[in-house]
């Protein structure tokens, strides 16, 4: 399996104990104070995306409990859990607790799979907001 490449990482609270969805995809929840981004960023807690959600990075040192921190990864190549199989190439949108699923076209999606891989797999991509 490849190594990642995070060329950009986030870190903030934890909306909840986020310990078994290390290499899942993340989205922010919560009210933010303005609308410009770096306040947005640490007005919000961290949490799982589930399906249909913005996804925002990746889990990589999740928190045992709300409000402690959360790190996740923002733009690079990163690694994914996956909820089905995939092969090199694939678009990623995010299934149901922040597993990789395969974008239909038209979805939006955060990413482009580099290595086939089959569900339950942790597998690298290209971190890439783009329409599949």
Same mark, same amino acid.
């Given at each position: 399996?490849?190594?990642?490449?995070?060329?950009?990482?986030?870190? %903030?609270?934890?909306?909840?104990?986020?310990?078994?969805?290390?290499?899942?995809?993340?989205?922010?929840?919560? =009210?933010?104070?303005s609308?410009?981004?770096? @306040?947005?960023?640490?007005?919000?807690?961290?949490?799982?995306?589930?399906?249909?959600?913005?996804?925002?990075g990746i889990?990589?040192?999740? $928190?045992?409990? $709300?409000? &402690?921190?959360? @790190?996740?990864?923002?733009?690079?190549?990163?690694k994914?859990?996956?909820?089905?199989?995939?092969?090199?190439?694939?678009?990623? =949108?995010?299934?149901? &607790?922040?597993? %990789?699923? =395969?974008?239909?076209? %038209?979805?939006?999606?955060f990413?482009?799979?580099?290595?086939?891989?089959?569900?339950?797999?942790?597998?690298?991509?290209?971190?890439?907001?783009? @329409? $599949?």
């Amino acid at each position: 399996m490849s190594t990642i490449k995070p060329t950009n990482s986030h870190a %903030g609270p934890s909306a909840r104990d986020l310990t078994p969805y290390q290499w899942r995809a993340a989205k922010l929840t919560g =009210k933010a104070s303005s609308g410009d981004t770096a @306040t947005q960023e640490n007005d919000q807690a961290i949490d799982v995306a589930g399906a249909g959600d913005h996804v925002v990075g990746i889990i990589f040192y999740p $928190a045992d409990r $709300a409000g &402690e921190r959360t @790190t996740i990864h923002t733009a690079g190549r990163l690694k994914v859990k996956l909820g089905e199989a995939v092969v090199a190439g694939d678009k990623l =949108k995010a299934g149901a &607790e922040g597993v %990789g699923m =395969k974008a239909a076209a %038209g979805d939006k999606a955060f990413g482009t799979v580099l290595e086939a891989g089959a569900a339950g797999d942790v597998v690298p991509f290209d971190f890439d907001h783009s @329409t $599949a």
